[in-house]
């Protein structure tokens, strides 16, 4: 048996084990026939998408299908017809099918289509141009420049593909340093790091972000300008520190460089409505407090003029990453089964979190997903940890001063973007390790003091935003 068949048969005995065990033996009183095996599926979707035997958007999916087979109200007779008191409630099959278009993915959906058009017609790589110009030919001054416009273009677009196009413009620069020189790797090291910061700053920049969205409705919601007012700053900070931080521990020898990026902006009548479309739907985003209408509705404007004007066509959303869509779904749909089966809120209530002080709630969830991050996907790490953090949060009275649930699921979600520490932890850092450039000991330990950091920055923001009253 190969290593990948043996690792998904080790998470379906794991899962058919804890099915296997009486409801009365497992630590949760009251426990539901439904609820117990929504916690079968949790474990089992946990150890897919730690140990990959199958592709993390391949787990999504197959959460999605065992929930409509299972739990559902159109599942499978012999499973769902059950008349005993203790087998707990169905959920409707249109909610769990619903996660295939939830506003979430449908805000994801027009980054891609920003994020798309906007290399199609060069305008990330004109922006570099213009934006790189100012910062000279000192290496330090170059390398926070890179910086910086990667982390601008990861608040916007996928921090993979701004990293891939990043890492290309790097390509030529890296040729003016000695083979020895330091300044290689804190070059080579800057374009994931500043990927995976920038991504912070806006609810699109990175998947947990958007996930977060999902559990911060009603009283919690949170719009696209209340984000980007206290992430921005955050990404600022940060981005600042790891500069700071790269050039200590590689500091270049080489005292100028000259960089030149090919590419300008294009005039044709496409190009044009690709620029004013960016710009105006980054407005709106940032302005829905004087217009009305929430992220999710704006980001279907970009999707609707660029598929009217054939700026995307047919075999460009061929090349869409569907992928990423697909695993946020089956995150949507693990923790819609752990909130409406009930399961979240049992356990929680089942561990006594009321007497624990609301800031070491607050420090334990946020080290834990960065932790988690560092050896999965972020994304896998959010949908695993929100649901069970919003229950906390909405259970928990003594956060309830402190913001509740939405400080809690914020900390959590910005937290799982830290986690940066290994060449498997994000995209972003597996492509800059491919370079050759990154040893992987290099790498932790700037990744580790950055996610230790960043942590503290977490802290410190969240006990502003409440001094401020935003909870």
Same mark, same amino acid.
């Not at 911060?216 to 696209?224: M, R, V």
């Not at 404007?301 to 569907?322: C, G, N, Q, R, Y």
């Not at 498997?424 to 996610?451: E, F, W, Y």
């Given at each position: 048996?190969?290593?990948?068949?043996?690792?998904?048969?080790?998470?379906?005995?794991?899962?058919?084990?804890?099915?296997?065990?009486?409801?009365?033996?497992?630590?949760?009183?009251?426990?539901?026939?439904?609820?117990?095996?929504?916690?079968?599926?949790?474990?089992?979707?946990?150890?897919?998408?730690?140990?990959?035997?199958?592709?993390?958007?391949?787990?999504?999916?197959?959460?999605?299908?065992?929930?409509?087979?299972?739990?559902?109200?159109?599942?499978?007779?012999?499973?769902?017809?059950?008349?005993?008191?203790?087998?707990?409630?169905?959920?409707?099959?249109?909610?769990?099918?619903?996660?295939?278009?939830?506003?979430?993915?449908?805000?994801?959906?027009?980054?891609?289509?920003?994020?798309?058009?906007?290399?199609?017609?060069?305008?990330?790589?004109?922006?570099?141009?213009?934006?790189?110009?100012?910062?000279?030919?000192?290496?330090?001054?170059?390398?926070?420049?890179?910086?910086?416009?990667?982390?601008?273009?990861?608040?916007?677009?996928?921090?993979?593909?701004?990293?891939?196009?990043?890492?290309?413009? $790097?390509?030529?620069? +890296?040729?003016? &340093? *000695?083979?020895?020189?330091?300044?290689?790797?804190?070059?080579?090291?800057? @374009? !994931? =790091?500043?990927?995976?910061?920038?991504?912070?700053?806006?609810?699109?920049?990175?998947?947990?972000?958007?996930?977060?969205?999902?559990?911060?409705?009603?009283?919690?919601?949170?719009?696209?300008?209340?984000?980007?007012?206290?992430?921005?700053?955050?990404?600022?900070?940060?981005?600042?520190?790891?500069?700071?931080?790269?050039?200590?521990?590689?500091?270049?020898?080489?005292?100028?460089?000259?960089?030149?990026?090919?590419?300008?902006?294009?005039?044709?009548?496409?190009?044009?409505?690709?620029?004013?479309?960016?710009? $105006?739907?980054?407005? +709106?985003?940032? &302005? *829905?407090?004087?217009?009305?209408?929430?992220?999710?509705?704006?980001?279907? @404007? !970009? =999707?609707?003029?660029?598929?009217?004007?054939?700026?995307?066509?047919?075999?460009?959303?061929?090349?869409?990453?569907?992928?990423?869509?697909?695993?946020?779904?089956?995150?949507?749909?693990?923790?819609?089964?752990?909130?409406?089966?009930?399961?979240?809120?049992?356990?929680?209530?089942?561990?006594?979190?009321?007497?624990?002080?609301?800031?070491?709630?607050?420090?334990?969830?946020?080290?834990?997903?960065?932790?988690?991050?560092?050896?999965?996907?972020?994304?896998?790490?959010?949908?695993?940890?929100?649901?069970?953090?919003?229950?906390?949060?909405?259970?928990?009275?003594?956060?309830?001063?402190?913001?509740?649930?939405?400080?809690?699921?914020?900390?959590?979600?910005?937290?799982?973007?830290?986690?940066?520490?290994?060449?498997?932890?994000?995209?972003?850092?597996?492509?800059?390790?491919?370079?050759?450039?990154?040893?992987?000991?290099?790498?932790?330990?700037?990744?580790?003091?950055?996610?230790?950091?960043?942590?503290?920055?977490?802290?410190?923001?969240?006990?502003?935003?409440?001094?401020?009253?935003?909870?």
């Amino acid at each position: 048996m190969n290593p990948k068949a043996t690792k998904f048969a080790l998470s379906l005995a794991v899962a058919v084990l804890i099915l296997l065990i009486p409801t009365d033996v497992i630590p949760i009183k009251d426990l539901s026939i439904v609820e117990h095996r929504v916690m079968a599926l949790f474990v089992f979707a946990a150890m897919l998408w730690i140990l990959e035997p199958i592709p993390i958007y391949a787990t999504s999916i197959l959460i999605i299908v065992i929930e409509l087979l299972s739990i559902s109200t159109s599942g499978i007779n012999v499973l769902i017809d059950n008349p005993a008191e203790s087998f707990g409630s169905l959920i409707n099959y249109k909610d769990i099918m619903g996660t295939f278009a939830s506003p979430i993915i449908l805000l994801f959906l027009g980054g891609f289509f920003l994020a798309m058009a906007s290399t199609k017609y060069r305008l990330d790589q004109s922006l570099a141009k213009v934006l790189l110009k100012p910062f000279g030919t000192r290496p330090k001054m170059i390398m926070l420049g890179l910086m910086i416009i990667t982390a601008i273009f990861s608040m916007f677009m996928s921090n993979t593909a701004t990293t891939a196009m990043m890492l290309s413009i $790097l390509a030529p620069v +890296l040729g003016y &340093f *000695d083979e020895k020189d330091p300044g290689r790797i804190a070059f080579a090291l800057s @374009i !994931p =790091v500043a990927a995976n910061i920038g991504g912070l700053g806006t609810p699109i920049g990175t998947p947990p972000n958007a996930l977060a969205l999902k559990y911060l409705n009603g009283a919690d919601s949170i719009s696209f300008g209340e984000w980007m007012a206290f992430g921005v700053p955050f990404v600022i900070v940060l981005l600042t520190i790891a500069w700071l931080l790269l050039l200590k521990f590689f500091p270049p020898k080489a005292e100028n460089i000259n960089i030149e990026i090919k590419g300008k902006f294009l005039t044709t009548s496409k190009a044009i409505i690709v620029y004013v479309t960016f710009a $105006l739907t980054i407005l +709106l985003w940032l &302005f *829905d407090f004087v217009h009305g209408m929430n992220s999710y509705t704006v980001a279907m @404007i !970009p =999707v609707a003029i660029f598929l009217a004007f054939s700026i995307i066509t047919k075999e460009d959303l061929k090349k869409m990453s569907w992928d990423v869509l697909w695993l946020v779904s089956g995150g949507i749909a693990l923790g819609l089964a752990l909130d409406k089966s009930g399961l979240a809120g049992h356990v929680v209530n089942s561990i006594p979190f009321n007497s624990y002080s609301p800031f070491l709630i607050v420090a334990l969830a946020a080290v834990l997903s960065t932790v988690m991050a560092n050896f999965m996907s972020n994304t896998a790490t959010a949908n695993l940890l929100l649901p069970i953090i919003t229950a906390v949060g909405v259970s928990v009275v003594s956060l309830e001063p402190f913001g509740g649930a939405k400080m809690l699921i914020l900390a959590t979600a910005m937290a799982a973007s830290l986690g940066m520490a290994l060449p498997i932890s994000t995209p972003p850092n597996a492509l800059a390790h491919a370079t050759g450039l990154i040893q992987s000991k290099d790498m932790s330990k700037t990744g580790v003091i950055i996610g230790i950091i960043g942590l503290v920055l977490i802290f410190a923001t969240m006990y502003i935003l409440n001094l401020v009253n935003f909870f």
